[in-house]
């Protein structure tokens, strides 16, 4: 009988009817994960931060996870799937489910929603998001200190606002150091595509590259690296094992903390979609200062660079560097900011030029 | 040595007969798969093909994701009837999506529900005219039809993904790939059932689907036209001595299940995302082949196997959530089916006799083309 | 620094001329198998998970063509011994194939293993321009090897006579007291063998890695480069140089800045393909090469 009750009860809670979570159970927290979580990128990342909030929690959550799900309407109904399931707060992990997330969230306004790297949101979903531009920065501080050919290889994935912000925020750190090295990029069309990445990470070091960075998930580009005998940087989380002498260091995601604090606010009952204005960023967009980002050890560098790394590193995270504050022209000698300006969010959001310091055009 | 024997006569009860069995031996291999993974099969079995089914909303949904099967299937039946081999309908599926995004941002402000209409009619150009590529240069220079579409399946996912990240692009997304949402007028509602209401996402356009089905089944069993296309299929010659031309039948079947498939995708479109973006679908083009096999490419048919089908797809994101099984899975059921649902035509057109080495010597070789 | 171009654009190469020399002896057996792609990526997986296990990618050499042929006997037992359409089963094949990789290799994803390292051939190495060809691995030179030999065995020898026989006209072969269906069988067995050996190449050369689909439509086009190739072992390396060239180009014409969207390069190599098959085609040299009855089904009856 009581079986039957239940059953009956998902039934209606999957029309939307009922959709109160009965208390003093443990909090149910779903992700969606792009990709395997063994991909040693992006969702590797993800997955470690999950880890996090199930150690942290212990007890008093249950988590899990769905993978490689496609950034189209499968999304949507994975997404339902989990809210059906019973999960109370769902985290969608990649940029490509923002309309998803959106779209369910409206349909079930008791499940808090996560979305993260997006702009949209709404009364129960609210987004997160990395500085992830400032590991790029320092990233260009060691690249301008330790090429010899001037010539930096950067193999992006998409042109969307955060690649471009990684590209120029890398140029300005590489121009701080080095006037005359430059960045070329190669767009692979793909976040995780092994192969393609090492023809474009072989290619770029045949047109003379010899410090490489990525904004793409697999380690090939730092192996491919290793074998040339030049260096990079590793993206997502640490690829030091795969490349111990190529690795200068990784930006590594840790979305450990993010995800503790919105699991913790929904516990505590002040969920809300964040605090500050409602800017471009998302409700939370933090980054070295707040461990968001954090660097790995710089390795396979002399001390020197090593220690200007580390000024840089510690600038950025006590605010007293700041990456895209004037004097700023783009590549084609336009102003971008003058003397003493300061980039604000929206205009880190809006950026369609690249900076002094990157060869050729943004695609379209 | 084994030997195949035509049948005389191919009796109704083997026609029904195959198709069942080639399910259900796919899910006896599928249970014997999942068992030396380490999952317990029947647990995986009942994760993958039952609990999909657990609610009336799952329902709504099984029949959503068959939609574009049973569209496309119905297209890809066409082509292969005349022995056409389409296997780029995903791209055409594609291009249609593109043809109905171009009717729907550029008419931002419509309200009118030929709104609606005239995307579909520009999706089924986009497909069609996609689908007549390899058709006219199998017809003018012989080429392979099959790599032709296939080709042109990749380089209209690259041309999508130009054109959200380009010249379409939503000016207020920042610079993330996405067109603007398209008007109200052009999107596809969801469907309410008399006496139930909602159930789970079924839109309009799974209605569409039967139609289209239903008017396949129509065409080919009881018009001349798809008589036409079945006996250049079956046997060309005499076809060329009826009068009829190969070169038509091709053109005409491509541009039908080019513009079927591009149909599939304006409804794709419209009904679950209501923009465009990079990723619009899923392999639904190659899936379909399957469908139009499991149907024994009847169109009639092929609402039951697009259930079928969609059925093992949804069964993949069930498995993973519940069970952790990879969803990749749910490929190889499809592959299985697919594998046995051909040696299941075999057995039911010929007989296999096994014989002795001495008479062995004695048998005669036959084509079969 | 074109020294590098040019070896890169070697290395993209030899997957699509191991997979395609073997598709070849099939189809000039009479049989189409459709399974490239399902089988590159068995041997893929096979190859990365051997030398994973074993910590050495010779052994994953083999075993990815030993994926690549078990997989393709499924086909050959289906095709040769059921008589189904050749076209649907090889459909089969690729998504059974892509499937199953897929699971077998779920946790292999994010591993890292040692690759073939490349043997510098003495003297010959050092040559200007050419020297890229002895800068090759074990694999890249075996690949060459194995297309001289076919090139020789089809033509040369009765071997290859009996083959060539049984794919023009399987019920002449038939007649005069050749073995259609075992020799078939064996074609395809081979064919298998060196696409699982193309496979192999991308984990054990290119990337050393794992990843779903990874062959990204290669299979394909080693079908397209038969076609091509006119059934000659010889113009498979051409063809396959010229699309590893395509694919290489678009990365370079990014990095010099040439200004074409990254998606219209991308589409490069398909286009050629296209462009290809219809020059090809239309020349009627397809008629030289083809065998006569290429998916066509062979069976004895009484």
């Not at chain 1, 109904?77 to 369910?104: P, W």
């Not at chain 2, 039946?77 to 389409?86: D, E, L, Q, S």
């Not at chain 3, 043997?119 to 691995?137: A, C, H, K, T």
């Not at chain 3, 040299?285 to 089904?297: D, M, V």
Request: proline letters at 4%; glycine letters at 12%.
């Amino acid at each position: 009988m009581k079986n039957i009750f239940s059953k009956l009860m998902m039934a209606f809670a999957s029309f939307g009817l009922i959709a109160s979570a009965a208390q003093a159970e443990p909090l149910k927290v779903g992700f969606v994960y792009l990709t395997n979580p063994g991909d040693h990128g992006w969702t590797y990342a993800h997955e470690l931060g999950r880890q996090q909030l199930q150690d942290h929690f212990g007890d008093q959550i249950i988590t899990s996870y769905v993978e490689n799900v496609p950034e189209g309407p499968d999304a949507t109904r994975v997404i339902r799937e989990l809210v059906a399931e019973g999960n109370d707060v769902i985290f969608t992990t990649s940029f490509g489910y923002m309309e998803q997330t959106l779209k369910v969230s409206k349909e079930y306004p008791d499940v808090y929603f996560d979305h993260i790297t997006g702009y949209k949101r709404g009364p129960n979903m609210a987004t997160g998001n990395i500085r992830f531009y400032e590991g790029r920065y320092v990233q260009g501080v060691v690249a301008g200190l330790t090429t010899e050919t001037n010539q930096i290889g950067y193999l992006a994935a998409f042109p969307i606002p955060e690649v471009i912000q990684g590209i120029n925020a890398f140029a300005r750190g590489l121009r701080s150091v080095n006037k005359d090295a430059t960045i070329k990029v190669i767009w692979v069309n793909s976040w995780y595509d092994p192969v393609k990445e090492a023809d474009a990470a072989k290619v770029l070091i045949a047109e003379g590259a010899d410090i490489l960075a990525q904004h793409t998930d697999s380690p090939a580009m730092l192996q491919t690296a290793e074998k040339a005998g030049a260096k990079g940087f590793g993206q997502s989380s640490d690829m030091h094992k795969f490349a111990p002498n190529a690795q200068l260091f990784a930006s590594v995601n840790n979305w450990g903390p993010y995800y503790i604090s919105q699991v913790q606010k929904v516990i505590d009952g002040n969920w809300s979609t964040g605090e500050g204005p409602d800017h471009w960023a998302g409700n939370t967009w933090k980054g070295i200062g707040d461990d968001f980002l954090v660097l790995t050890d710089f390795k396979n560098m002399p001390a020197d660079v090593a220690a200007k790394a580390a000024a840089a590193r510690d600038g950025i995270g006590n605010g007293s560097l700041n990456i895209f504050e004037g004097p700023m022209m783009d590549n084609a000698g336009n102003v971008i900011l003058k003397d003493g300006e300061v980039l604000d969010d929206g205009g880190l959001w809006s950026m369609n030029y690249y900076v002094e310091g990157v060869e050729g055009n943004i695609p379209n | 040595m084994i030997i195949l024997q035509p049948r005389k006569h191919v009796s109704l009860r083997l026609t029904i007969a195959v198709p069942v069995l080639s399910v259900l031996v796919t899910l006896a291999l599928g249970g014997v798969i999942f068992a030396l993974l380490g999952y317990n099969p029947v647990q995986a079995l009942y994760e993958f093909f039952i609990a999909p089914l657990a609610r009336p909303d799952q329902i709504g949904n099984l029949f959503v994701k068959a939609c574009p099967l049973i569209i496309i299937g119905t297209g890809l039946i066409f082509c292969y009837r005349a022995n056409v081999w389409n296997i780029g309908a995903e791209g055409q599926l594609i291009l249609g999506a593109m043809g109905a995004g171009w009717v729907a941002l550029s008419f931002p402000e419509a309200e009118s529900r030929f709104l609606i209409l005239a995307m579909a009619v520009m999706a089924m150009v986009g497909g069609a005219l996609w689908g007549l590529i390899p058709a006219i240069l199998k017809i003018r220079f012989k080429t392979n039809e099959i790599l032709v579409s296939l080709m042109l399946t990749y380089i209209a996912a690259l041309l999508v993904d130009w054109v959200v990240r380009g010249p379409w692009r939503d000016p207020m997304a920042f610079g993330f790939p996405l067109t603007r949402t398209y008007p109200d007028a052009g999107l596809i509602s969801r469907m309410p059932l008399p006496g139930i209401g909602y159930l789970g996402q079924l839109h309009w356009g799974v209605l569409v689907a039967f139609v289209v089905a239903l008017a396949g089944w129509f065409y080919l069993s009881r018009m001349l036209g798809g008589f036409q296309i079945k006996l250049m299929g079956d046997a060309p010659r005499a076809g060329k001595f009826a009068g009829f031309h190969q070169g038509w039948v091709t053109i005409m079947v491509m541009m039908i299940s080019g513009a079927l498939a591009g149909l599939a995708g304006m409804i794709e479109v419209s009904a679950n995302i209501g923009m465009l973006q990079p990723h619009i679908s899923f392999g639904y083009g190659f899936t379909a082949i399957i469908v139009a096999f499991l149907a024994r490419l009847n169109p009639m048919a092929a609402i039951a196997a697009g259930l079928v089908v969609a059925l093992a797809e949804l069964g993949g994101d069930a498995a993973q959530i519940s069970m952790n099984i990879p969803k990749v899975v749910t490929g190889i059921f499809k592959g299985i089916l697919l594998f046995m649902l051909l040696a299941g035509e075999t057995l039911t057109r010929y007989q296999i006799i096994w014989i002795g080495r001495s008479q062995a010597s004695t048998t005669t070789a036959k084509t079969k083309g | 620094m074109f020294d590098d171009l040019l070896l890169t654009v070697l290395l993209t190469s030899i997957p699509l001329i191991l997979a395609a020399t073997g598709e070849l002896v099939a189809e000039k057996s009479g049989v189409l198998n459709l399974g490239v792609e399902g089988m590159m990526l068995m041997g893929a997986v096979s190859a990365f998970g051997f030398a994973s296990l074993t910590g050495n990618p010779y052994v994953g050499i083999l075993g990815g063509g030993l994926a690549g042929m078990m997989v393709a006997m499924v086909f050959a037992v289906f095709v040769l011994g059921l008589a189904t359409n050749q076209v649907a089963t090889g459909l089969a094949l690729t998504i059974f194939g892509t499937g199953l990789s897929g699971l077998i290799g779920a946790p292999l994803v994010g591993q890292a293993i040692d690759g073939l390292s490349a043997l510098y051939l003495p003297i010959l190495s050092d040559l200007p321009l050419v020297g890229v060809l002895f800068r090759l691995d074990a694999l890249a030179y075996l690949a060459m090897i194995i297309v001289a030999v076919v090139s020789y065995v089809l033509n040369k020898t009765k071997a290859g006579l009996i083959l060539r026989a049984v794919g023009v006209n399987h019920d002449s072969a038939h007649a005069l007291g050749y073995r259609v269906l075992q020799v078939r069988f064996l074609a395809v067995c081979f064919g298998g063998f060196m696409a699982g050996l193309g496979g192999a190449y991308l984990p054990l050369v290119l990337t050393p890695h794992w990843a779903e689909g990874m062959t990204s439509g290669r299979g394909w086009i080693a079908l397209a480069l038969v076609v091509f190739a006119s059934w000659r072992p010889g113009r498979v390396i051409i063809g396959a140089i010229l699309f590893g060239g395509v694919t290489i180009l678009q990365l370079v014409a990014q990095a010099r800045g040439w200004g074409v969207p990254s998606q219209f390069l991308s589409m490069m190599p398909y286009f050629a393909t296209i462009i290809v098959l219809v020059l090809i085609s239309s020349r009627g040299r397809i008629q030289f090469g083809a065998p006569a009855h290429l998916g066509k089904n062979f069976m004895a009856t009484r």
